[in-house]
């Protein structure tokens, strides 16, 4: 389809909804997933990349960013079917006895693939070519807002979200603009997807991430997000204080704080949140097909982590596989594959900074200990707020390993301008030594056991699942 093509073309590689896709549709043929699915995973090249003086691997995270960068014109020509058939695309004909469906999430991913199920995310990242301040937000706005309500006026089912991030971001907005668009209607190509995809009396996973970011509004179905979910808070961005113009500093810039466009309101936060104009027609085409729409709560996206890995420390224990290895994963370093094949039990977090490794620090603690104890880190090509060094993470995994702790797939000394990492990971993975062929897929029944029995715990606490009235009585009591 001509359309998929297109759609492929002018997406955007490192973006976690379509690494996601990718992975999985990789994973559902019995594939795993080198360099996001774009390239090798050679852990040479990545060594000699990584190699590299560092003002030269910051320039090459500057030299990807633009690489990324599409033409206006075809980013304005784009139509939100296009995105869903280059979405259906990546998937066999099924019949699949699941489908996660809304916010992002890798450990939905992992969740998803334990299940052999498909993800079809509502959120996409166009990178729209621009040469820009990174700090100076209100032009940003100013450039985008006339291309927006053109993308826009063509295509009113999707919603937009023009995201600009000056701190985990800096090394791309200067280069390209972060279109994040929302699909708020289902679309005939995904109708038809769940219609002929699933097998009777499937289930419909309504991923549902309330997190919520404050939002200049520009129009219908149009708003600019300063600053994203990471290292440091809202009010940060837009307040400023000392960490701010450290870091400006650090960064050669001009300024020491950001002039940002007042936000008049409160939208699902442009990459993670959930928009939940989409559900009605999952509820209707549940209730068409008999299918069970079930929705899955989680306040943001990593705190899904503990209740995935609580899971595959079960289904490992069920098929009398050890359970004594865990593998940390960071935003779309993810590889399902082998996390499978080595017998790991996963566990994702968003982001490399301190309250993802709060996160994992807590699961540490509540988790029976894991002999080992493995963190791969994404490199996004800076020093920015809120990350952590390296060494922190290595220190972290060795201290609650009761056998080997430490990094995986990641030049500490390189680290976050470790630009070989994307080439190195899977690799990584690969060498910790397959334990066993894919197991057999998760059955839902069995899914549902295991949720029962963790009902209450610690893991359950922050995340809910729950039946959705499709009023054809398909919700299970």
Known sequence: MRGSREAGRLLCDFDSSVTAVRAMGRFLRGRDFPGLGTGPGSARLGDLASALPEPARRRAFVL????????????????????AAWTADHYGPGPFPAVFVGSGSGAALHLAAALGAPVLPQTFLLPVRARLDPDDPRAALRHGRPLGRLLLDRNPDLDLCHMHDPNQDRAMVGRFMYFRVKRLRLGAVLTRFLRER?????????????LRWPATVLGERQRFQFGALGGI????????????????????????????PEADAERPEAEWGYDDALTADLRAVAAERGLRLRRVTVPEPELLSPLVAELYHWWYARLGLPADRLVVETYNQWEPYWAMRTGSVPFWLHFPTAPSRDRLADHLRAAPAYRDIHVNLFSNGLRSMGQ???????ALARRHATGT?????????AYPTDIGGLLRYRSAFAALGARQDLPPPLTLAELEEFLESARGGAAHRPVRVADEDTGAGTAAP
């Open 388 to 394: 952590l060094p390296a060494a922190e993470w290595g």
């Open 198 to 210: 699933l097998a009777p009396g499937g289930t419909v996973f309504v991923l549902d991430c309330p």
């Open 64 to 83: 990807g960013g633009a690489g990324q960068a599409r033409p206006a014109a075809r980013i304005a020509a784009l139509t939100g079917e296009d995105l």
């Open 233 to 260: 808070p809202p009010h940060a961005y837009t307040e400023g204080g000392e960490p701010v113009a450290r870091f400006l500093a650090e960064q050669g810039a001009a300024a020491r704080t950001w002039d940002a």
């Open 405 to 413: 702790g430490g990094l995986l797939g990641v030049n500490a000394r």
